[in-house]
């Protein structure tokens, strides 16, 4: 099965410093992957997604993400981190003929002023 | 176009008592998710279904929970009785076919106590 590891739980950033979240997937063929925000109180909401197109993946409120076969990696980055930008960030992945989610722990992004 | 709608929002009950969710999808959507999301980890899938029809219940604890899809639309996901353990947020996702985007509604929380 599929699985995911994001580093770090909890990540403390300035308000206008870079935001790096890491995660590493568990696969020998590159799977879909996607990365979801979790505002407190509230459902999930898709970021970015890797479909096997191209490696630079840009997502929504400035996050891009960068899939690297050779480290079975799927980092997120933001260059300037803003308040509402605090939040738990998940990643995910899928097979590529089984779109059922596996979850990373999650990783809570606090933001200071 | 509305999201997935979820109710209730919040559920307090004792142990051994049963509770009930009811999840409407994204309209058109085939495909229907129950996660349950234990505070401090990623939702981990319980069920999915494919129009009224169970894809996936491997995760589901059957002596406890059950989830119905009787019209292929809304869904509805029972506990019975509760556990201590049963705390969490449950979230429904739906998809349409084939797409490898599931869309979140904002979970209920239940508190077993």
């Known amino acids: 099965a599929q699985s995911v590891t994001q580093l770090g739980s909890h990540v403390s950033v300035s308000e206008g410093a870079l935001v790096l979240l890491r995660c590493n997937y568990s696969?020998?063929?590159?799977?879909?992957l996607f990365w979801y925000v979790q505002y407190p109180n509230q459902g999930l909401q898709l970021l970015l997604k890797y479909t096997s197109a191209a490696t630079l993946v840009k997502g929504i409120n400035g996050f891009e993400a960068e899939f690297k076969k050779s480290e079975t990696s799927f980092h997120l980055t933001k260059p300037s981190a803003h308040m509402s930008d605090a939040a738990e960030y998940f990643c995910?992945?899928?097979?590529?003929?089984?779109?059922?989610?596996?979850f990373g722990a999650g990783t809570t992004v606090t933001v200071r002023a | 176009e509305a999201g997935v709608a979820q109710s209730p929002r919040y559920k307090i009950i004792e142990k051994r008592q049963s509770v009930a969710f009811w999840c409407n999808p994204i309209?058109?959507?085939?495909?229907l998710y129950w996660y349950q999301q234990i505070l401090g980890q990623g939702p981990k899938l319980l069920i999915q279904?494919?129009?009224?029809?169970?894809?996936?219940d491997s995760q589901l604890p059957k002596d406890r929970f059950s989830a119905e899809r009787l019209k292929g639309v809304d869904s509805t996901l029972k506990i019975q009785p509760a556990k201590l353990e049963d705390s969490a947020v449950y979230l429904c996702?739906?998809?349409?076919?084939?797409?490898?985007?599931?869309?979140f509604g904002p979970g209920t929380r239940l508190t077993v106590l």
């Open positions: 309209s058109g959507h085939a495909t």
């Open positions: 996702a739906s998809s349409s076919p084939g797409y490898n985007e599931q869309f």
């Open positions: 696969s020998s063929v590159p799977p879909y």
């Open positions: 279904f494919q129009n009224n029809g169970v894809v996936d």
């Open positions: 995910a992945v899928s097979d590529l003929n089984d779109y059922k989610l596996s």
